[in-house]
């Protein structure tokens, strides 16, 4: 049933389509984020739905679509850099098999973000990108709140719908998505249009912001809970009130805590004995180990190259005894084939230290100009009061990411390049404007005679 429902919703946005090409972006957008395939039973996992979408979006732009105002920045340029450099070690990768599976999913990501930037033409399309995206997470993000607040969830135990676990369906990564989403609800609060926020539309916000704070306590995830401290930090810095804000929070917090699950708490508390903690643990032996490879392979291995590795780490556990005494337990553990739980080690490994290079680059480049259009729109003209904390929102996203991507392989996350994409939209359509009202013409046009 639900492959059929999904069918007609296909249909209706593929036929509005026709006439208004940019709804087979947002349509792609959806598939790309949630993966409806993965809920269905038999139709759609045999269409290649991603790749009809993507090809209709980019078909609609070039015959129907208005082209007269398209900007290209150079991080379009950049990210098709990247794309050139993945395919390279794709073709040279240390597991071919595996790599070019890896691969029919990131090129497809890595395109779509330096395609999408030439759509976003106009403030509605911008906007609307940005709310498909949410509501796309959201239909997880609302799944994973109400099994928290009913199971109250645990490390590995949260079923957001599928029993799968890669994309936004993996816990950290939905975890990070859904608190680095958070100031882009936020902004729909105060200046979206697509839904005016009157009280119904502020009320779901807030309902989807409560969520997105729960789904971290859900999926019992160490990253969320960073996640959560670098967002409380990013909007100190858009507050009025800060002693107010600083407040506010400390109160919350401190109701908060004693509904915290124990599983939650539990999780948390590994953090100062990550020694003992056979996760922590392995990620610091195999990004050791990834080091170690770059340096004899400064190109990368290619996707995947993971596979290769073999790692010794140390456990230490500490165990109370009587008296005031504690025993110290030590053990040698021996493992293989261990993901790089790090986006900044999956880029070193896979694609070397050029494709570091490069990713780093686009990411910082990224945050770098929404910080120049915060400081440029802080004090607007009539009309231009949402871009500085559009600009903000998105920049407060990205920075999450990058942290989160600390302890996550998610370099080539779609959402997140997605983000990129609205990002890069929103500068070219702020250089459009400025040079539409900077311009003016060499001649006084003439008067006529009486």
């Given amino acids: 049933m639900r492959d059929y429902a999904f069918v007609l919703f296909l249909f209706a946005f593929f036929g509005l389509g026709f006439r208004k090409p940019f709804l087979f972006v947002l349509v792609y957008a959806y598939i790309d984020i949630v993966s409806p395939q993965r809920l269905t039973y038999l139709l759609l996992n045999s269409l290649p739905i991603s790749m009809m979408a993507a090809a209709l979006a980019l078909l609609g732009w070039l015959a129907i679509d208005d082209k007269r105002d398209v900007r290209v920045a150079p991080r379009q340029f950049l990210i098709l850099l990247l794309l050139g450099y993945c395919w390279y070690t794709t073709m040279h990768a240390d597991f071919p098999v595996e790599a070019r599976d890896k691969w029919d999913w990131v090129w497809k990501a890595l395109a779509f973000a330096a395609f999408l930037p030439l759509t976003l033409r106009t403030k509605l399309r911008i906007e609307a990108l940005l709310l498909f995206m949410i509501l ?28 799968n676990n890669s994309g936004l369906y993996e816990g950290s990564t939905i975890s ?22 009157d ?28 996640c959560i401290v670098l967002l409380a930090v990013l909007m100190l810095r858009d507050t009025r009130r800060k002693f107010v804000y600083l407040g506010a929070l400390g109160a919350v ?3 908060a805590v004693p509904f915290l699950p124990s599983a939650f708490t539990e999780r948390m508390g590994t953090i ?17 180990w990834t080091m170690d490879y770059a340096k004899a392979h400064p190109l990368g291995g290619g996707f995947e190259a993971y596979r290769q590795n073999h790692i010794r780490y140390e456990k230490v556990a500490v165990e109370s005894e009587g008296g005031g005494n504690a025993k110290v337990d030590r053990s040698l553990e021996v493992d293989s084939a261990r993901a790089y739980h790090s986006a900044y080690f999956e880029m070193l490994g896979e694609q070397g230290y050029p494709g570091l290079a490069l990713w780093l680059l686009l ?5 770098f100009r929404m910080e120049v259009l915060r400081q440029r729109y802080r004090k607007p003209e009539p009309g231009q009061e949402w871009i500085a904390p559009l600009a903000s929102a998105l920049q407060s996203g990205h920075l999450i ?10 370099a080539f996350q779609p959402f997140i390049y997605m983000l990129i994409g609205a990002q890069i939209g929103l500068d070219t359509y702020c250089a459009r404007k400025r040079a539409e ?9 003439r008067v006529a005679a009486a």
């Fill in 253 to 255: 917090a401190l109701v």
């Fill in 199 to 226: 009280w119904k539309v502020k009320s779901f916000a807030y309902a989807l912001v409560f969520a997105c704070l729960l789904i971290p306590i859900g999926t019992s995830t160490r990253t969320g809970l960073l």
């Fill in 136 to 163: 796309s997470a959201s239909s997880i993000i609302i799944v994973g709140g109400i099994k928290t607040i009913l199971s109250g969830g645990g490390y590995g135990e949260l079923n957001l719908m599928v029993a």
């Fill in 272 to 288: 100062k004995t990550y020694q003992a903690d056979a996760s922590a643990s392995t990620r610091l032996a195999v990004w050791q």
């Fill in 176 to 197: 990070m998505v859904a608190i680095a989403i958070i100031p882009l609800i936020l902004w729909f609060t105060r200046y979206g249009t697509i839904f005016p926020p």
């Fill in 363 to 367: 990411n910082l480049a990224g945050i």
């Fill in 401 to 410: 990411y990058m942290l989160g991507g600390t302890f996550i392989a998610i």
């Fill in 437 to 445: 009202t900077s311009w003016r013409p060499l001649r006084k046009p």
